[in-house]
């Protein structure tokens, strides 16, 4: 898990927890993507994503265990492919954008969840940051992503592109949305 190496150490004090969140570019660009002979059809271009957390010391607060008082998320593509003779177009890239800023949001909504976590040792709290993990990489993130390339047929539908890009946008600028009602 992307979490073992986060819980290394302790240290006494208490304060308020702050998580960030960072792209990594933070706009794609086609040098962003190996150019490959096949893709699955319909696709003309391929991305997953890799969550990475800062390493930082656990806290040790009167027994309870919380995660460093503040910690950043980045997320990078881990795989990133076009077709070589396919349309490199901008409708393409901005739909590929979107599938970035839907692993940014899916990240936001874990950034809120590990802020509150705690535990009564290392090993609960490793389970905890685990299952948090799961819950939005392994699970939330697949099922936005397969909704998105369902509902906008891959960026070939324009008018639920663009409703899909707005609702987008609008999970970012606040930070909470988790895009729940947009799975399969």
């Given at each position: 898990?992307?979490?073992?190496?986060?819980?290394?150490?302790?240290?006494?004090?208490?304060?308020?927890?702050?998580i960030t969140v960072r792209p990594n570019p933070a706009q794609l660009s086609w040098a962003n993507f190996?150019?490959?002979?096949?893709?699955?059809?319909?696709?003309?271009?391929?991305?997953?994503?890799?969550?990475?957390?800062?390493?930082?010391?656990?806290?040790n607060t009167g027994g309870v265990f919380q995660l460093a008082e503040t910690l950043e998320i980045t997320?990078?593509?881990?795989?990133?492919?076009?077709l070589r003779t396919g349309s490199r177009t901008p409708a393409l890239l901005a739909h590929e954008q979107?599938?970035?800023?839907?692993?940014?949001?899916?990240?936001?909504?874990?950034?809120?969840?590990?802020?509150?976590?705690?535990?009564?040792?290392?090993?609960?709290?490793?389970?905890?940051?685990?299952?948090?993990?799961?819950?939005?990489?392994?699970?939330?993130?697949?099922?936005?992503?397969?909704?998105?390339?369902?509902?906008?047929?891959?960026?070939?539908?324009?008018?639920?592109?663009?409703?899909?890009?707005?609702?987008?946008?609008?999970?970012?600028?606040?930070?909470?949305?988790?895009?729940?009602?947009?799975?399969?």
């Amino acid at each position: 898990m992307a979490f073992a190496a986060v819980l290394h150490d302790t240290e006494r004090r208490s304060h308020t927890m702050a998580i960030t969140v960072r792209p990594n570019p933070a706009q794609l660009s086609w040098a962003n993507f190996t150019p490959v002979p096949t893709l699955p059809e319909p696709r003309n271009a391929v991305i997953d994503f890799s969550f990475n957390v800062q390493n930082r010391p656990v806290r040790n607060t009167g027994g309870v265990f919380q995660l460093a008082e503040t910690l950043e998320i980045t997320v990078s593509p881990r795989v990133a492919r076009v077709l070589r003779t396919g349309s490199r177009t901008p409708a393409l890239l901005a739909h590929e954008q979107g599938h970035l800023d839907i692993a940014l949001c899916v990240a936001w909504a874990l950034a809120a969840q590990l802020q509150t976590l705690s535990a009564p040792d290392q090993g609960a709290l490793r389970t905890a940051l685990n299952n948090a993990y799961s819950v939005h990489v392994d699970d939330r993130l697949r099922r936005v992503q397969e909704g998105y390339d369902l509902w906008t047929n891959h960026g070939r539908d324009a008018a639920q592109q663009t409703m899909w890009l707005s609702a987008i946008a609008t999970a970012l600028s606040t930070h909470a949305a988790t895009l729940q009602n947009y799975t399969l």
